[in-house]
């Protein structure tokens, strides 16, 4: 119930988020970019919100960080945790089990890059995007002294990318969690970028 719910907050978040910074400009003929080819640099600060989710684990992620609007690239230092507890069985031998508590919380420095091929005159930009995490992951649990479940991780992921403005992007994607041992790695990553574009401030 939790799960759902939290999912459904998440979703409903990002639905008036978009509708709140979305401009709804009218000219939007398409044009085809060349993906691999960048135009200036760009430099501009940015935060980003997401999720990342599967039917069996919730976690919410936020992120601060460097973006390049010209080249399509960011690094970002990002924080995830699960906003709940979840049950989870420790197996101590044959004979003995544990059923405790579980939170999980990674911190990452994330590496994205983007490749646009459709282009739209209003500033829109639709492409794809390949992403890693560098980041260490562990779990706290009660009725247990000892943390368990600490490692470094990478963690790769890919997907769709939408900037639908000067100062806005959404990206929906696949992402391999395979850090917690207790739910599956194949995770959707959705998360909603906004950044402080110079060039749009002048």
Not at 77 to 91: E, L, Q, T
Not at 133 to 148: A, I, Q, S
Not at 165 to 182: A, D, H, I, W
Not at 195 to 201: L, T
Request: net charge positive; charged share 15%; with cysteine.
């Amino acid at each position: 119930m939790i799960l759902y719910n939290s999912r459904k907050a998440i979703l409903s978040i990002f639905i008036l988020c978009f509708l709140l910074i979305n401009p709804f400009k009218s000219n939007s003929q398409p044009i085809l970019t060349n993906p691999l080819v960048g135009s200036y640099f760009q430099p501009s600060f940015g935060i980003n919100m997401g999720t990342f989710f599967n039917h069996e684990d919730f976690l919410f992620d936020f992120g601060l960080g460097f973006e390049e609007l010209g080249y399509d690239y960011s690094v970002t230092f990002n924080g995830s945790f699960r906003p709940y507890y979840k049950k989870v069985i420790f197996k101590e031998t044959d004979n003995l089990y544990y059923q405790v508590q579980e939170k999980v919380l990674q911190f990452s420095i994330d590496a994205e890059k983007r490749f646009y091929f459709i282009q739209f005159m209003n500033s829109s930009k639709i492409g794809l995007y390949a992403m890693m995490k560098f980041g260490y992951f562990y779990g706290t649990y009660k009725g247990l002294k000892e943390n368990r479940n600490n490692t470094f991780a990478l963690t790769p992921g890919a997907g769709l990318s939408w900037q639908f403005s000067k100062v806005s992007r959404v990206n929906l994607g696949y992402l391999y969690f395979n850090q917690n041992p207790f739910a599956s790695p194949h995770m959707i990553n959705l998360k909603l970028s906004i950044f402080i574009n110079k060039d749009q401030q002048q």
